[in-house]
């Protein structure tokens, strides 16, 4: 496990699921590698393959982990990157599934930056079948090139839309959020504190899908993105989908590992 970013649910699930799977691990962080510092990505890469049977990266350049994967013959999960975060989709689909049935009867609004959450559910989307409509404020969409990708893997219909108004929440069965201010964006925090003031997922807007669920992939800045009373309301399924992260990477594990690839 290399992990050059901060962590509790992602390390605690993927040490947890290891375990129950009967495996051991090894967790490396980012002093301990220094990848494309002391050695380069593809030079750790195949020192790893001598050891391991997988590699679970949560690390700050999406760039570094593809060169990671492509140097690798063993799998390398994606635990975490600046532009995709596809183990927390994984959950919250599985947590959506539970909680309303099957994702294709689902219409999913996400409110909030255009990040690498935004770009999972974009993903998943487009590859699932499942309306989601990106609600931003301006000039914080995601990257075009994301959003492109994203439609390519379309298999049946385009079913994303990306908007800066807040109405298009109307006849959603989720409402999902994330932080306004994500990791390598620290200082911009007070200036989009300001910008995405509008776009907090409160009573007034939950109130306008009675019937949706409240999701949020966390931690939670409780006040900015999200109001006490709703992540902790009875619209609220937030600890589902962290609990879920456990069950649903043994799910990815056991398909990978017990393949025999």
């Not at 999913?108 to 770009?119: E, F, K, L, S, W």
Request: a negative charge.
């Amino acid at each position: 496990m290399l992990f050059q970013r901060p962590s509790h649910r992602t390390r605690v699930s993927f040490e947890v699921a290891i375990a129950r799977l009967g495996g051991s691990r090894t967790t490396l962080g980012e002093q301990d590698v220094q990848l494309g510092y002391r050695e380069s990505v593809g030079d750790a890469a195949r020192v790893l393959d001598r050891y391991v049977d997988g590699i679970v990266a949560r690390l700050r350049s999406h760039t570094d982990l593809v060169e990671l994967a492509s140097a690798a013959e063993k799998p390398v999960i994606n635990a975490l990157t600046e532009r995709s975060h596809p183990c927390q989709i994984l959950a919250d689909l599985m947590t959506l599934e539970e909680v309303r049935g099957p994702l294709a009867r689902q219409h999913v609004a996400y409110v909030g930056d255009g990040n690498n959450i935004a770009t999972s559910l974009m993903e998943a989307s487009t590859r699932l079948g499942f309306p989601l409509t990106v609600i931003t404020p301006s000039g914080y969409e995601p990257d075009e090139a994301v959003i492109t990708r994203a439609r390519g893997l379309a298999l049946d219909g385009d079913r994303l839309s990306i908007t800066n108004e807040l109405a298009k929440v109307e006849g959603a069965t989720a409402i999902y959020t994330d932080v306004w201010t994500s990791m390598g964006h620290e200082t911009e925090r007070e200036s989009r504190r300001r910008v995405f003031a509008e776009y907090q997922v409160n009573e007034a807007l939950m109130s306008a899908v009675p019937d949706a669920v409240f999701m949020h992939c966390l931690p939670a800045h409780r006040g900015e993105e999200v109001t006490d009373a709703v992540i902790d309301g009875k619209q609220s399924v937030v600890f589902q989908q962290a609990g879920n992260r456990l069950y649903a990477q043994m799910a990815l594990m056991a398909e990978l590992f017990g393949s025999g690839t």
